[in-house]
Each structure stands twice: as structure tokens, then as C-alpha cells.
């Protein structure tokens, strides 16, 4: 049964209310300024995620590979796209396809440890510290990749693993954050807003990355990671100086804003809510549709985002500065089309015409069969960069309904406990999602042939369209019973006497005991 939050019926009030909601509804207030910031935390954790995908293109010694390794695809006709530039852009490191899909792995080894914890504890004592210093740590590393490459690629993937442990509150965090500052008629347009931070931190990224490897200073590709680390510290610090943990304890919010969202999140507390329902949790059914959208979603995602510069190099043969560009494209897509596809679900929801369950649903669909459609017919392409592009484009661009489907899907499913429940769907995608380049990298070892990455792609899709199928069978958009505010006082004297009944149950035989003992 859907919850909504109480309304005071009184017509002078209303009339109040109205004129001052309209007025924070058209002007910029300080939840857009946390979204702007969460949006911009986002980027940069996906920048910290994915510069090592095409650094790792220019650090490898490819030339010093098996021959079979790198035969790249002679089906296609000599490697043409390949330039002297890019064999002089040759890394130092002979690390197999096999080694290199566990460098890439061993940053979300670390991410999805830290998930659950962090999501328990900015439950209790808030998010925004544990957001900041997390994002510091992982900053911090980034700019220790160059010296732990060189001394080892084991400490590369300490120093990698760590990054992880560092980034691991994003989400949770950021989720928290949003169910705290965001209204439920904006949280489409406005998680959209910050989770496309994904898409525009990879958008950046990549290409970026791309021309620091063949241009850049220290070497070229170490000063992917100096850039980016000195960005991500300046942002952690601007994030801890300059936003608060919720509109009640933010000094700098509008007295009517602060109105507007404090009686439009009803129900939603801080560190003061009741105890986590966890069996209740556990058996929800919607809950579990949003688990498996997640992981479909991060083990399709993370196939391509961490191996599509590798099969640009091998099988497309696109130089590393290319790359880098071509690499980016189907994010920048998706990153737009999330913010268009954004505004079409809330315009869906305010039309009346339908509910929140039907919207996450429709808007889910197009963002996970869209990739797999695209990959199963990318996969068939040929030798056709062009096409191969352009439809990894379209495919990965749709991809970005997600973010207004299962993605936001916790707020309305339980505003008080979103955090917990993106930790917990969250650290099992990553877990799923961290298998991604490891198969990949067993699938091409040594041969590396159209037809070894078509089962890449299929795999990929096939994870996609199971996923999205369960997710269309029990998901929901409805607020569930096991977070309904207005039964907390009741839910609390029940525990209570439980624990009474319990105390009474034990007192009579601990003096049973004592009477035997005599």
C-alpha cells in the first residue's frame, strides 16, 4: 500500500503553502547545490574508475606479449589504425590479458567491501563525512599509482584495492544524501542529475586520459593519475567545507525551502529512525527486483566500460589517443539521454496517468534491453568500426534510463532506508560486476578474434535481459509497509513487550535453577 505524507486540509494554509512551494519549486535552492555537488563526487569516482582502463593501454609492453596474444584480429586485414606514435607510446610492463583483467578487478575487490558497513553507519551517525574522507582516500591513491606500478604490479593492486575501500560510500552515501534533501517529485530529475556525474566523470575521462598517455608530462600516462587525484582532493575538501548533512542542520538553506522539503519527505529520519527491519527487508520480493536489475546492470557496465578500450585496440585497431575518444562516446550518449529520459519519467508521473511502479518499470526496460540489444547486434557487425561504434553508442546512450528506473528505485520503495538498501543491492552488483573483466580477460587470452569478444558481448546481453525480465516481474514503486512512520510507535511497543515477555520468561527459571542449585 503507497504511503503519502500528511496534509493539512486547511484552506488558508494550503493557499500558503502553495504560493511558497511554487516559489522554491521555480528557483535554485541549496538541494539543488547538494545535488550539484553529489553530481560532481559522482564524476570523480568514475574517473578514479576508469582512467586505469586506458592508462593500462599505454602502461602495457604489447610488442612483448606472445605473438598470439596480440595478434589482433587479422580478419580485419592489416593493423592500418596503428601508428608509429602509439609504438612509441609502447608501456614497460609484459602484463597478460589474464594479469591485466585482475589489475582492473582489484579496485572493486575493495569498492564492494566497504558497500554494507558504510551504508549501516551513515545510517546512525550521517553520510557526509564518510562521503568526504572516502573520496580523500581514494583521491590520495590515485596519486600513488605511478610509484606502486613501477615498484610491482602487486602493489599496483594494493594501491588499487585500497582506491575501492575509499570509494565504497559513494553510492550508499550519496543515496542517503538525496533521500534527505530531495522531494519524491523531484527524485527522478535529480538522481538522474547526480548518478549521470557516472557518465560525465567516464565522458571525461576516457578521452581525456587518451591524450594525457600520448602527450601528457612524467611519462605521459602517470599523468593521468596526478590530474585527476589533485582534482579529486580539491573536490573532497570543497565537499566537507560547503555541504551539510540535511536541510535541518545546513545553516546556509532558506527557512521555506527548508519547509518545503522537511514536510514533503514525511516520515524521513535521520539518525534517530527505528531499528532496520532487516527480516522484512529480506522478503521483499521489489526489494530483490531492484537487486537483480543491479546486478545485470553492473556486470553488463562493467564489461564494457573496463574492457571496451581493449577491444578498440585489438579488434578495431583505434590508436591509444583514438581510443580514448571513441571509448568515451557511448557514456557521453548515455550521460544525455539519462538526463532526457529523466524529465520524461517525472513528466509521466505528473500527467496522472501513471504510477510510480509502471514508470520505473517502462523506464527500466529501455535502459537495460536497449544495451543488450545493442551489444548482441554489435557483436555481428564485422569489420565495421564505424558501425561497431555508432551502435555502442545507441545501445550504451539508452542505458541510461537506469538511472530513472531500479537506480532511484529505493527511495520510493523505503525513503527512511534507502542507503541501507543501495548498500546491500550495490555491494552484490559490484561483487557480480568485478567478474566482469576477469571473464573477459580469460575469454581473449591469446586470441583475441571477433569471434572470442562476440562471446563477451553475448554474455553480457543474456545477463541483461534476465535481469530486466525479474525486474519487470516483481518490481514496485510503492513505499512499503515495513517503512510506514505512522505504525513506529506501535512497531516500538510490540519490540517492547516481546523483550518483556522474554525478560519474564527467563526470570522464572534462572530461580528455578538457583532453588535446584540450594
Avoid at 609502447?90 to 575493495?110: E, H, K, N
Avoid at 557518465?199 to 602517470?222: C, D, E, H, R
Avoid at 539519462?338 to 535502459?367: C, E, P, Y
Wanted: proline fraction near 5%; include cysteine; hydrophobic fraction near 45%.
Amino acid at each position: 500500500m503507497g504511503l503519502k505524507p500528511e496534509e493539512d486540509k486547511t484552506p488558508s494554509k494550503m493557499a500558503i503553502m502553495d504560493e511558497e512551494n511554487s516559489v522554491v519549486k521555480t528557483g535554485l535552492g541549496m538541494r539543488h547545490w547538494v545535488t550539484f555537488m553529489l553530481f560532481l563526487g559522482m564524476a570523480n569516482a568514475y574517473i578514479m574508475r576508469t582512467n586505469m582502463s586506458v592508462a593500462i593501454v599505454a602502461m602495457v609492453n604489447h610488442t612483448a606479449l606472445p605473438i598470439v596474444t596480440e595478434a589482433v584480429d587479422t580478419e580485419c586485414g592489416p593493423v592500418s589504425n596503428t601508428s608509429n606514435e602509439d609504438i612509441g607510446q609502447d608501456g614497460s610492463f609484459v602484463w597478460t590479458s589474464t594479469l591485466q583483467g585482475y589489475i582492473l578487478s582489484s579496485f572493486f575487490y575493495g569498492y564492494v567491501i566497504t558497500q554494507i558497513p558504510f551504508g549501516i553507519l551513515s545510517k546512525k551517525f550521517g553520510a557526509r563525512w564518510f562521503l568526504g574522507v572516502g573520496m580523500l582516500v581514494n583521491s590520495v591513491f590515485g596519486l600513488l599509482v605511478p610509484i606502486a606500478a613501477k615498484a610491482g604490479y602487486q602493489w599496483l593492486i594494493v594501491v588499487r584495492f585500497i582506491q575501492g575501500l575509499g570509494e565504497g560510500p559513494i553510492v550508499p552515501c550519496s543515496h542517503a544524501m538525496l533521500a534527505k534533501w530531495i522531494p519524491p517529485n523531484e527524485r527522478s530529475r535529480m538522481g538522474a542529475a547526480v548518478y549521470a556525474g557516472a557518465q560525465f566523470g567516464t565522458v571525461i575521462s576516457m578521452p581525456l586520459s587518451g591524450l594525457l598517455s600520448a602527450y601528457g608530462f612524467a611519462g605521459g600516462w602517470p599523468s593521468i593519475f596526478y590530474v585527476f587525484g589533485l582534482v579529486g582532493t580539491v573536490w573532497c575538501l570543497a565537499f566537507l567545507c560547503f555541504v551539510s548533512e540535511d536541510p535541518e542542520h545546513c545553516p546556509s538553506i532558506k527557512e521555506n525551502e527548508k519547509k518545503y522539503i522537511l514536510s514533503a519527505l514525511w516520515g524521513t529520519a535521520g539518525s534517530s529512525s527505528p531499528p532496520i527491519p532487516w527480516s522484512k527487508i529480506l522478503r521483499s520480493m521489489p526489494f530483490w527486483a531492484i537487486m537483480l536489475a543491479h546486478v545485470g546492470q553492473n556486470y553488463g557496465y562493467e564489461t564494457l566500460m573496463t574492457e571496451l578500450p581493449t577491444f578498440m585496440r585489438q579488434v578495431l585497431h583505434f590508436s591509444i589517443k583514438d581510443n580514448g575518444f571513441f571509448s568515451a562516446l557511448p557514456y557521453l550518449c548515455m550521460w544525455l539521454f539519462s538526463m532526457f529520459i529523466s524529465v520524461v519519467a517525472d513528466w509521466m508521473l505528473s500527467s496522472g496517468h501513471f504510477n510510480h511502479t509502471q514508470v520505473r518499470k517502462i523506464i527500466n526496460s529501455i535502459g537495460e534491453y536497449g544495451p543488450a540489444i545493442g551489444l548482441f547486434v554489435a557483436a555481428n557487425t564485422g569489420c565495421n568500426p564505424a558501425a561497431t561504434v555508432a551502435i555502442l553508442a545507441i545501445g550504451v546512450g539508452l542505458n541510461g534510463g537506469i538511472y530513472s528506473g531500479f537506480k532511484v528505485n529505493h527511495l520510493d520503495l523505503s525513503p527512511r532506508f534507502a542507503g541501507i538498501l543501495m548498500a546491500f543491492t550495490n555491494c552484490l552488483a559490484n561483487l557480480t560486476g568485478l567478474l566482469a573483466p576477469i571473464v573477459a580477460g580469460y575469454i581473449i587470452e591469446g586470441k583475441p578474434t571477433q569471434a572470442q569478444w562476440r562471446i563477451v558481448f553475448y554474455v553480457a546481453g543474456g545477463v541483461y535481459i534476465f535481469c530486466a525480465t525479474f525486474y519487470n516481474i516483481f518490481g514496485s514503486g510503492r513505499r512499503q509497509d515495513w517503512d510506514n512512520p505512522a505504525l513506529d510507535e506501535a512497531n516500538a511497543k510490540k519490540a517492547a513487550a516481546k523483550k518483556a515477555a522474554r525478560k519474564e520468561r527467563i526470570t522464572p527459571r534462572n530461580l528455578n535453577e538457583a532453588e535446584t542449585a540450594q
